[in-house]
């Protein structure tokens, strides 16, 4: 069966830290994943996404994932933690439904919490 | 652009009514896509549309639930006899492709007393 986890329902860090949010996955083939942040009372908005090649993918706002085959994780990072960055962050996998039908399965989120 | 926009923001309804939750897609694109989300849970899927036809509706709780997206642009969630157990987060998303890139909604929040 095809699942994300994400192990921490919370991650605290100061401000000015660095952030790791942890992403793991299992899919049959070749993993599409994608990180989403959602701030209260708000949809899902895009960060960034990994299809194939270079194994670090930037996206918005400093954030950046690091694809790693071999233990199957997709690690969100950046390097300098905002206050304004304090949100519920989603992992999802683009999964094949069959037929050429695709959906994201998602993980639980992680609520990231910086301090200042 | 305009994003993908969803009406109503809130429902509340009550137990056994009708509702249906409407969703306007990204303009040009074919797929579009509606989750559930509960509280404290990631968005579950429950239908994806291609063009006017539901390729995957797999994620469908029961058959109370029903979606169409006639022309092909606006889709509509339609949840009959609703229950308490429905209440949730319904969230829409369009992409250009059935792989691409999903774009969201803002949601409707659903209440059913």
């Known amino acids: 069966a095809q699942s994300v986890a994400q192990p921490e329902d919370q991650v605290n860090v100061a401000e000015g830290n660095p952030l790791t949010v942890k992403c793991t996955y299992s899919?049959?083939?070749?993993?599409?994943l994608f990180w989403y942040v959602q701030y209260p009372n708000r949809g899902l908005q895009f960060l960034l996404k990994?299809?194939?090649?270079?194994?670090l993918v930037k996206g918005s706002y400093g954030f950046e994932a690091e694809f790693n085959k071999s233990q199957t994780s997709f690690h969100l990072k950046k390097p300098s933690a905002l206050v304004s960055d304090s949100a519920l962050y989603f992992c999802a996998v683009s999964a094949s439904g069959g037929s050429g039908t695709y959906k994201y399965i998602f993980g639980t989120g992680t609520r990231l919490k910086v301090l200042a | 652009g305009a994003g993908v926009s969803q009406t109503p923001s809130n429902k509340v309804t009550e137990k056994g009514k009708y509702v249906e939750l409407r969703c306007d897609p990204i303009s040009g694109h074919t797929a579009l896509y509606w989750y559930r989300q509960s509280l404290g849970q990631g968005p579950e899927f429950l239908i994806y549309f291609q063009g006017t036809g539901a390729a995957d509706d797999s994620g469908l709780p029961n058959d109370r639930f029903f979606a169409v997206r006639p022309e092909g642009s606006v889709s509509t969630l339609k949840i009959q006899r609703t229950e308490r157990g429905d209440s949730a987060v319904y969230l829409c998303?369009?992409?250009?492709?059935?792989?691409?890139?999903?774009?969201f909604g803002p949601g409707t929040r659903l209440l059913v007393l």
């Open positions: 899919v049959s083939g070749n993993p599409y």
């Open positions: 990994y299809i194939t090649g270079d194994n």
């Open positions: 998303a369009s992409s250009s492709g059935p792989q691409e890139t999903q774009y």
